[in-house]
T-cell receptor
Framework: ETGVTQTPRHLVMGMTNKKSLKCEQHLGHNAMYWYKQSAKKPLELMFVYSLEERVENNSVPSRFSPECPNSSHLFLHLHTLQPEDSALYLC???????????????FGPGTRLTVL | GEDVEQSLFLSVREGDSSVINCTYTDSSSTYLYWYKQEPGAGLQLLTYIFSNMDMKQDQRLTVLLNKKDKHLSLRIADTQTGDSAIYFCAERAPFGNEKLTFGTGTRLTIIP
């Protein structure tokens, strides 16, 4: 596989469930990101990892818990979510967090999450 | 704080030019980007412009940057049905805190 992959592509869960989203990048990048995409709202940065270390947490509720076991994998663990958390969750990676160039971010296709 | 604004929708006839506009607030942005999201896919970088430039052209795409007004635009010439997508404007904070701030995205619909 090439690029950035995400699984599952679709997820329906109840408010009491625990589930995890998985992201894998095959690009040899050092930085990985979680974004939330909701209708009619700006794309929202949730977490940033650089070399497996979390460097940014944008005031995200604790019911979202990221994990980066190595530079190729990123997880988002979900627990007791609310219906308003329903959205498309996008993972992205870039060569490095800090770069002198334009530092393109490469996105996965996203996981469409529905919380009932 | 940073804020990036775009219109939510734009409809254009096939063959016409599309112009998607964006305003941003951070005057110290280093790079500004246009990303394209096709149905069922993630975002893909379409083009970018460095903040010391005011225009960039790449085939059918023209990016205009007005730093004084903090206004960025993307012009797509000879719009085709394959251009139907959501277009996101994004700005990049200065070196040392290089996160991207995205807008809401503009959904471009092509009318046959």
């Amino acid at each position: 596989e090439t690029g950035v992959t995400q699984t599952p592509r679709h997820l329906v869960m109840g408010m009491t469930n625990k589930k995890s989203l998985k992201c894998e990048q095959h690009l040899g990048h050092n930085a990985m990101y979680w974004y939330k995409q909701s209708a009619k709202k700006p794309l929202e940065l949730m977490f940033v990892y650089s070399l497996e270390e979390r460097v940014e947490n944008n005031s995200v509720p604790s019911r979202f818990s990221p994990e980066c076991p190595n530079s190729s994998h990123l997880f988002l663990h979900l627990h007791t979510l609310q219906p308003e958390d329903s959205a498309l969750y996008l993972c992205a990676s870039s060569q490095d967090l800090h770069s002198g160039g334009y530092n393109e971010q490469f996105f996965g296709p996203g996981t469409r999450l529905t919380v009932l | 704080g940073e804020d990036v604004e775009q219109s939510l929708f734009l409809s254009v006839r096939e063959g016409d030019s599309s112009v998607i506009n964006c305003t941003y607030t951070d005057s110290s942005s280093t790079y500004l980007y246009w990303y394209k999201q096709e149905p069922g896919a993630g975002l893909q970088l379409l083009t970018y412009i460095f903040s010391n430039m005011d225009m960039k052209q790449d085939q059918r795409l023209t990016v205009l940057l007005n730093k004084k007004d903090k206004h960025l635009s993307l012009r797509i010439a000879d719009t085709q049905t394959g251009d139907s997508a959501i277009y996101f404007c994004a700005e990049r904070a200065p070196f040392g805190n290089e996160k991207l701030t995205f807008g809401t995205g503009t959904r471009l619909t092509i009318i046959p």
